[in-house]
């Protein structure tokens, strides 16, 4: 059943959540709402949402600054274990009451602490997205960046895999997949199936998922997200999206994990499953998340001016240096191996390293929808939404400010159709890695503008490597492709 605007306004206190400011704020909106249970939510170093579970009677004023203990050497990528022990604060101003939960449940999001030193966590990616912004600010450049994301995702009927050493396999299905035109099981195919890269805004009966994804909305909405609309994406088989407002960077990182969270519980719900995978089909569009910032001090747009598309100097030296850094900011806003299955040519993926006003292939785009100041920002397409939004931002963050600092030229804009160049001008333009490999080693040749304030450490840049090529890179590389066997069995 879908859930209506009507019934779900037993959770609009849940609106409170923007402006709660103290620890009496959250415990006042647990009176209120009930809330028997106090869930404590962190995101582990990879990327994935992490919880433990309190009664509500454990919900004081002095947890706060207090903590909760918990283990660290059970978290991926975190610490030893003859040093595991550490705290859990929660954070008043990211409490929400779970719209998902049978019973009432308050949510809040935690950093990370030493218990002995009461220090914050150098690898825990939200205290690194709050150094970023801490830097930026001790620059005199600006005191506001503004995030905007466009995480795209699929819902699926049915999703199997697996992977053993004699077989592997994967197989999704969506009911309104184009591969599923001839489909007798349905007890009656009803048509209007998704044909290949034309999902793009049809209405029902082929967007087969406006009520859930209305759903997911209403939800968001309660849990004090400002979105501004939802859509079906360019892909068949169920590709979405749901476009939030922009908001300052550690808020917007809060934002998109309870983004994330909600649209995989809003689908499972209704016996459906969602995926942030960047490419989980073949010959179609993948998943990705572009990503707009802006730059304010004093409630002034910095990147308003009268150059080209409206921008000012300072936004060209920002876009200057996220292309100078682009492959290095790729192993944190592209960090699978499935997220180079996306990036590649022919279906609108941004794999130019160059900027423009209107050209969607490359790395940064310009928006021309408005001619405000307070509009005027870039967009970095490369992103997708398999990433750690604490560290994809901040990377991003650090990369636009190094080009400030070091006032970096950006190039000639990409203004032309890149695939209506002769070879030899194509060649010119440079490219986005091919592999995570290829991201992860020009990270490690290219990070010393993400240690500038300390933002990250080397032992954040060393294990975020380390991690990446022991249990990913090199996991892919042992293992035997399926599509292999269709090319070289028969040798």
Known sequence: MIVTPQQLTATDNNREAATLQSPRDVIALARETGAKILDLRFMDFPGMWQHTSFPISQLTEDCFEEGFGFDGSSIRGWQAINESDMLLRPVADTAFIDPFCK??????????????TGADYTRDPRNIARKAVKFMQATGIADTCFIGPEAEFFIFDDVRYDARSNAAFYFLDSAEGAWNSGRIEEGGNLGHKLRHKEGYFPC?????LMDIRTEMVLHMIACGIDVECHHHEVATGGQCEIDMRFSPLVHMGDQLVKYKYIVKAAAHKHGK????????????NGSGMHTHL???KDNQPLFAGDGYAGMSQTAMYAIGGVLAHAPAILAFTNPSTNSY??????????????????????????PVYSPSPKAKRFEFRCPDPSCNPYLA??????AALDGIQKKIEPGSPLDVNIYDLDPEEAAKVPN?????????MALRDDHDFLLQGDVFTPDVIDTWIDYKMRNEVDAIKLRPHPYEFMMYYDI
Do not use: H
């Not at 019973?103 to 002995?116: F, G, H, K, Q, R």
């Not at 499953?273 to 179609?284: E, G, I, R, V």
């Not at 590649?344 to 794999?351: H, L, R, W």
């Open 103 to 116: 019973e009432p449940t308050l949510a809040i999001i935690c950093n990370i602490a030493d218990p002995v």
């Open 273 to 284: 499953t969602a995926t942030f995978m960047p490419k989980p089909l073949y010959a179609d």
């Open 341 to 366: 299955k996306r990036l590649v040519p022919g279906y609108e993926a941004p794999v130019n390293l160059a900027f423009s006003s209107r050209n969607r292939s490359a790395a940064v785009r310009i």
């Open 393 to 398: 931002f901040s990377a991003l963050l650090m």
């Open 204 to 208: 029902p009966p082929s967007d087969t």
């Open 294 to 296: 802006s730059l304010w």
């Open 432 to 440: 986005t890695p091919g592999t995570l490999e290829q991201a992860l």
